[in-house]
């Protein structure tokens, strides 16, 4: 089973498209661009959902809903917004289909229907929101608005890849409103930390955490933070973002408010968000070649048992045990399948939940109960253990534990391997070509460097890292001065 | 603050408009037909979504997600599904916006980025989904497929309320892929008890479980089942719907699996579905002209704490007292708020808490320190008690359940008031124009005799309920025999 995908080290792309379609996670559907996330792969999904919502809550937040379609004249409002996302939006112009006369049971959209102004369907609602803000906020007394929602967006990509980049996906997008400058700052930087400790405790993925150039802020940020993960063939990916929108989008839909003094002031804004996107982060920071390796945190199934039986005396004796241990377990609110089905044998299921990157696997054979042991192996690092079956449930809460900090530590690991202070462009080129990962080089802080270096290696700045040191060094491209080291890298 | 509501006896429509404004549901956004459901509403929809979602995984089944976009010729595919929702959908034609030279800083549509085939955004997913399952279905042994996908929709509706009729709404739809008729059927009629389950067990609101006529199916079902509320005004609201798809979405997309005996057959189908319509019902099933009712099950907030004080002191000492008992009743998984605002008085809180639903609420003053006792109100009975201070907690949670038992009674026995049987035409009309509800009445089974009730009193056959008594008598309207009763009312 986990022999039909790719291995990394041959095609690491091939490796990823062939996880994520023989563990059930997505595919494409017949919708360019559009991905079915299938059930194993949404389960994922509602576990960083209800981690990440709590997280939220507990920092105040409440979720509420906005309008998929923004009308045309409110998406232009901000314009450096507009100007960000026209280029790729889904515009609905019609509202209306009806029986083609030239084609008999076809449909037609009925020319009669157009509409007096087109919608877009939202890539993002800073728009839609922020024109619903000025309706909510009138005094301080009505700040600040913490809010989050819940969606689906729509992104007209060219070139897509399941998860990573596909015309729709689903995500959730924080909007607050603020009455001063300090403290919508202090929110755009919460949220980040918010993103960054979900990464690494739940996701077990360490992150830097640092502000992007203006060339890669979202358009109609004063400023993007971001958190930037190492993927396991040395390519970067930005994993959340959270931007402080000053009062660019106050001024674009005329939102202010009266100060405790009386005083008419425009509000101050942030977003934030993140997306299914982070499954495919997921996948590609721990993943192997036999499947998924899944952080216990956001494993749709902790334990699997699996019996070895070869009649049904014994898988009668073995049911009582696993069932034993299962109920115990569930007690403690762990997700415990016990697999008894007779139409595969164990050989099969064990590398099916190898693919599945289930984190712990109890094998139960009739020798086992003889013995008073069961078998225990973890995915991460494929080991096996004997254990006592009458305690053996106790021990998996720490075992858990142990396998969300062990895949953790493994990446960190790795990210710190892949973090190369480089002082030349000639080095900065040649670690990009043969190791890849994150570059750590001066840069003299100009677009035009920053592009050229693009043009000339493909290598962008993932961000400018909250911990940099001041440390007096010379741009590798330009030669010109520099305070401190950015954060170059290929990314997705 | 609750008289700027409307009463009901006024005008039942606008008491439900000025409700949903005042008590902060939701909001008519400036996009045709959709609306803003604000954070107070998100929560109840929340609710819902955590016991539904619940029963939905009792029951066997997964979530997963489904373009929003469904191709032109796929919509088409299913005639009956097509026609039914073609007069009603957002057609997405174009990619891009491009800036318009003419104007500036504006953009218009790029009529270079014309689509080759319209998407239209889904109404409901029958068509992407069984599209999909083609690839998902070859044998018996991948039946069945029980799948359910949390989503937003589109329908072009003309005339929007909100929550009740809009543009876009939120849903769950299930759609399931079963080996037999028997099965299908099975699942069509699980699902429909899980709504009612819900509806009354959670919403308080008592429906009745029945077959619609042809005329009011679901375009592509067999049959469509459904559970019917009744309202105050005496209108009756259709709160879910379950349909048996037969073979119709499996003949449309070509879905054929291989059976035990290795020959092939046609895929038999479900889908069900509750929207955000259910705030609607819920709204104006239960809430009076001081605010909502809401049964504790569904309660954003179960129990407010409201301090009455004069001095820092006093607060002081009302604040420990209450922390203690909401301490005791969140340990219970009770959502608890203390009010300890001082910008605003007791009486406002007492009226926003009234208009916000909340189902107990908890007053305490210095003279209730003294004698060691707080007072406790209900919203739904407006009665209010002297308890002791020590065991006020303790009796909350069976109070709560007092207070879901006692609101669904109190719609039990109006609903019971709203059966009229009638035997006559003039009896019917009768009913219909001086008290409303649900009108039982013998119909002869013909379109033609519906379609002319229907024009001639604006009812519809709300259901042939399923536990209808066979009954010979003659149609009300046509005098032609009949062998039971079926449901009329004037609908929402």
Known sequence: MGKEITSRSQDYSQWYIDLVKKADLAENSDVRGCMVIKPYGYSIWEKMQQALDKMFKDSGHVNAYFPLFVPKSMFEAEEKNAEGFAKECAIVTHYRLKTDPNKKGKLMVDPDAKLDEELVVRPTSEAIIWSTYKRWIQSYRDLPLLINQWANVVRWEMRTRLFLRTAEFLWQEGHTAHATQQEAIRETEQMLNVYAEFAESFMAMPV???????????????????????????????????????????????????????????????????????????????????????????????????????????????????????????????????????????????AEYELKGVPVRIAIGPRDLENGTVEVARRDTKTKQVMPIDTVAEAIPALLENIQENIYQKALAFRAFMMTPVDSYEEFKTVLDTKGGFVLAHWDGTAETEASIKEETKATIRCIPLDAKAESGACVYSGKPSTKRVLFARAY
């Open 208 to 350: 830097i955490k640092g502000k992007k150039s203006e060339g890669e802020r979202f358009p109609g940020a004063i400023d993007t933070y971001c958190i930037e993960a190492m993927m396991q063939d040395g390519k970067a990916l930005q994993a959340g973002t959270s931007h402080f929108l000053g009062q660019n989008f106050a001024n674009a839909f005329d939102v202010q408010f009266t100060n405790k003094e009386g005083k008419l002031e425009k509000v101050w804004g942030t977003s934030w968000g993140v997306s299914t996107r982070l499954i495919g982060a997921l996948i590609m920071a721990h993943s192997d070649d036999d499947g998924l390796v899944l952080p216990p945190k956001l494993a749709p199934i902790h334990v699997v048992i699996v019996p070895i039986f070869k009649n049904e005396e014994e898988m009668k004796k073995i049911s009582v045990q696993a069932e034993l241990i299962a109920g115990t377990l569930r007690k403690l609110g762990y997700s415990v399948k016990f697999d008894n089905r007779e139409t595969h044998k164990p050989g099969f299921k064990f």
